[in-house]
């Protein structure tokens, strides 16, 4: 039978294989869901995407990677970029794709669901989580009154030889980021000039707290999750260990952010900013708290993990996290010898 309209004719058959082509193409778009370039841990990237898909039935697809791999791979796929979400450990990979103007603004009432000190000023992306710098240290050799009384003072001579971090990391990177910010580029060159005489460098910092351990250094700058983390299962590369938090608004006391932001150029808008909705409210802030990630829940009112100290006891310095400099912070590093 054939249905003949003007200028051309069209079978039963034809209508069907059109019709099915519209549901086929419906059935791949929801197929995809998200796809989120996952720069944070991969084991906290799955339990978040798994508990949201089990909640809103939105799939996720996560590709693994780095900050700054990620940043730099987003930057140069630019409009065409195949990403809806980007979740990193640190913020300054954020803002280097933010001053590429490649991010959509963050909803209004997800931001309201982030206290102003864990987001940037301009809203275009939100923090999801944090951790906090500390000071690592061998109990068995150091006592609270022999550690450093600021970040700086581990630029003092008395301290060469003594101390370690992982300086190629976006953890470290962020840490002078955060430096860079409170105390200008004349005290950070110094204090990294220093940093190249003073201390040994280890690749990661779950390596670089190892070595506190076995004693090979009295102390390392590292994040605090790596401790939790490792006392959590057997302790066996932190039983020697301490950790010192800086306090008193010092750079040492660094709080950094995760961030996640929505890509300009998604084609699930939607789907993607319902996600960073989930993930700033109580179903992945909770997941914070219950799980073993020992990051902090940054959410309104959301309780961390319960064998952190509380963060609100830190002391950390408010930094927009809007200002940290990755690009800077790496000439400064190169400069000083360290990358």
Known sequence: MKFSFPGSAF?????????????SATANADDIGIVVYN?????????????????????????KG???????????????????????????AMSLVDGAGLFEPVAADTL??????????????????????????DKTKLTEDKLPKSLLDLADPSWKGRWAASPSGADFQAIVSALLALKGEEATTSWL????????????????????????????????????????????????????????????AFVSISGGGVLASSQHKENAQAFL????????????????????AVGNGEASNAALPALSDLQYPKVDPATLNSAKVTDLMTAAGLL
């Open 11 to 23: 079978t039963l058959a034809t209508l069907a294989g059109a019709s099915m082509l519209a549901m």
């Open 39 to 63: 720069a944070q841990h991969e084991s906290l990237g799955v339990a978040w995407a798994e508990a949201f898909t089990k909640e809103t039935g939105i799939k996720v697809t996560l590709r």
């Open 66 to 92: 780095s900050d700054m791999e990620f940043a730099n791979q987003i930057v140069q796929e630019g409009a065409a970029s195949p990403a809806d979400v980007f979740l990193t450990e640190n913020s300054p």
């Open 112 to 137: 309201a669901q982030v206290p102003e000190n864990f987001r940037p000023s301009n809203g275009h992306w939100i923090g999801v989580a944090a951790r906090s710098t500390v000071f690592a240290y």
């Open 193 to 252: 000039t220093s940093m190249k005489e003073n201390f040994t460098a280890y690749k990661g910092n779950s390596t670089a707290m190892k070595a506190v351990n076995a004693g090979e250094v009295e102390g390392a700058v590292i994040y605090n999750y790596y401790y939790y983390g490792d006392q959590a299962k057997t302790g066996e590369n932190s039983k020697n260990v301490a950790l010192h938090f800086f306090k008193n608004e010092d750079p040492g």
């Open 277 to 296: 909705k989930w993930l700033t409210g109580k179903g992945g802030q909770a997941i914070l708290r219950d799980g073993t990630s020992f990051e902090y």
